[in-house]
């Protein structure tokens, strides 16, 4: 069972595929404990006693105000910003950088223009010195599990904006890490589109059984994707409440327990809002 700070509920009977079944994830257990984030020059804490247990292959949503600190939380994971008290741990191992166990997806693709979908794919793994037999293989079956098969000799404008997010998730998932790190990836994306995606990163996420972290601002991707969904406090930045959501995947967007998980995490949401700022307007007087 995994319970966070106050206010969290108890995720027991949650759907758990790290729960040690046959071919349960065997590696993924992301740890973030007692963390607390100051930035330089500020004497604000921007995270505080933050304690995150992600478990092989679940796949956690971190919703919360504008400025909450999910994306340093994130940065924290992927080994860009070290703590100043508590430790992110992966597998039990300290994280202390960056590494190829850990990938991130952000809302900028970040793609290289003068590369194609392909090249951009592989460019980690030529980094890495990978050889070319490998390398190509293992670019093809990433490109395979986005879809994009077709379409690996595209240059980076010849590629639509979901196309292009496609070819980033593809970039992280070409290095095997253990945990995708996704900071609102598909923020910048029609509707219709984000519904391709959602249902493919499921797809993906089914079959590789990858921890995900995933950041978002839409409640409705939230209760779409989520094992587990952590509503963030701000000012300083800490976990107001988790929520469990136990429905199998896919799932009915229509389903009535889904709509009221999302109604009981956007009002958890809007009363952070309303008390942040009533907190702004009170200092301003
Ligand atoms: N490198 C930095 N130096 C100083 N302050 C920073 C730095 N990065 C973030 N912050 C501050 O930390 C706080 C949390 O930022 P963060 O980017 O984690 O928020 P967020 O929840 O991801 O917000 P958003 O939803 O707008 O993306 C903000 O007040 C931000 O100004
Ligand atoms: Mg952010």
Do not use: Y
Not at 31 to 44: A, K, P, Y
Not at 69 to 92: C, E, F, H, V, Y
Not at 226 to 238: E, F, K, L, N, T
């Amino acid at each position: 069972m995994t319970t966070g700070p106050s206010g969290s509920v108890p995720t027991q009977g949650r759907r758990d595929p790290g729960g040690g079944g046959p071919g349960a994830p065997t590696r993924g257990r992301l740890e973030l404990l007692g963390v607390h984030q100051l930035f330089d020059g500020s004497s604000s804490l921007v995270i505080d006693d933050v304690t995150l247990r992600c478990e092989p292959g679940e796949f956690v949503v971190v919703v919360g105000p504008s400025g909450c600190g999910k994306s340093t939380l994130l940065n924290i994971a992927a080994g860009m910003l070290r703590p100043q008290r508590g430790s992110a741990l992966l597998d039990g191992r300290p994280i202390t950088g960056p590494g190829p166990d850990r990938a991130m997806v952000f809302q900028e693709h970040g793609l290289f223009p003068w590369l194609t979908a392909a090249e951009n794919v592989g460019f980690g793994l030529r980094m890495q010195r990978v050889p070319a037999p490998e390398r190509e293989a293992r670019v093809n079956a990433a490109l395979k599990m986005v879809n994009l098969s077709h379409a690996g000799s595209k240059l980076v404008h010849e590629l639509s904006g979901g196309m292009r997010q496609r070819v980033s998730i593809a970039r992280a998932l070409v290095v095997d890490p253990a945990v995708l790190l996704m900071d609102e990836p598909f923020a910048a994306l029609d509707a219709q589109t984000r519904t391709l995606l959602h249902g493919q990163v499921q797809r993906v996420w089914s079959q590789t059984g990858k921890t995900v972290l995933f950041v978002t601002h839409s409640v409705g991707e939230a209760v779409r994707l989520a094992d587990r969904i952590i509503v963030m406090s701000s000012h300083p930045g800490r976990i107001r409440k988790e929520f469990a959501v136990t429905l199998a995947h896919p799932r009915p967007m229509d389903s009535p327990e889904l709509a009221e998980i999302g109604r009981r995490v956007r009002a958890e949401i809007q009363e952070e809002v309303s008390r942040v700022n009533a907190a702004m307007e009170a200092g301003s007087r």
